[in-house]
């Protein structure tokens, strides 16, 4: 099988291979990972208040964060152009390495309907006012594990404190972390030839309270559940072993990011503990950011995926 047009890398395909699923993929991933965005993926993006992104840092460190404005902050001036009209705020350790030419990933997600889509790419063009994407892949994800949440600005805004960096857990971040119903993702298969496979991702992950768990020491666990087979982010970690976190706190809009160390537990007691897990991802966390006030916005909680239906009987 020729990879010359793959939409997948090596470590994509590596986890592909390892499940025997390498060529069906292959053949799906030609037909529904475009080079553009189609037009249901631009009025949608353009409904948003909210769009996800995941980035590596100069050392190759990948982060997840997330960006906020009124509907229609998100525009697409062409199907291969994506232009967001906001920056990170002033501080923010994104907006520090946020560049013309910087490789990232987009998520698009509708909590109210658990709809989302994304896109890959580079930064085309970087202004006092926002910046612009060339987007190099554009593709959906099924609405699986995402809970259903009602999206409202906050009553009272609170002015968003400098982000705080730190090495190490603390107890407040622990149980932040172990009473997480949602996180973010992000991962990248490291420099590669600069094509759009090897460049940055972020995705979503959800789950019922407690299946994110913290360890003695201080690694972090969380199942792998039934997916779209397509391996993005096992195959980011498959290629760099690394993987960044990203957790909000959906009512004070308080941020909980970080980076680390990533390994995949294929089988064994560990995986078979957690009902639904078809692995475990294991994150070894070396550095974070806390964001306080981080969000203007606030979620109110609506119902969880019906996918965790079979995990409670």
Known sequence: ??????????????????????????????????????????????????????????????????????????????????????????????????????????????????????VNGFVQSLDENGFSLTVEQSFGNCPQYIQTRNTAARPTETPSAPAE???????ADVV????????????????GDGTPATGADVSHRGGLPGFVRVNADGAIEFPDYAGNRQFQTLGNIEATGRAGLLFMEFTSGDLLRLTGDAEIIWEGPRVDALPGAERVVRIVPNKGHRLKNALPLQWEFNEYSPSFAPFTT
């Open 1 to 118: 099988m020729s990879t010359t047009d793959s939409p997948f890398h090596p470590g994509e395909r590596a986890v592909q291979a390892r499940f025997g699923l390498q060529e069906k993929m292959d053949m799906i991933g030609r037909k529904i990972i475009r080079p553009y965005m189609p037009d249901q993926h631009r009025s949608f993006f353009a409904q948003l208040p909210t769009f996800f992104l995941g980035w590596r840092d100069d050392d190759g460190w990948p982060w997840a964060t997330v960006l906020t404005g009124t509907p229609g902050f998100l525009s697409t001036p062409s199907e291969t152009e994506l232009r967001i009209e906001t920056l990170p705020a002033a501080g923010e350790p994104f907006r520090d390495t946020l560049r013309k030419g910087r490789r990232l990933g987009g998520l698009g997600l509708e909590f109210e309907t658990h709809r989302r889509n994304r």
């Open 165 to 171: 960096t730190f090495a190490e857990l603390e107890a």
């Open 176 to 191: 932040a972390i172990q009473a997480a119903d949602t996180f973010f993702i992000a991962s990248s298969a490291g420099d």
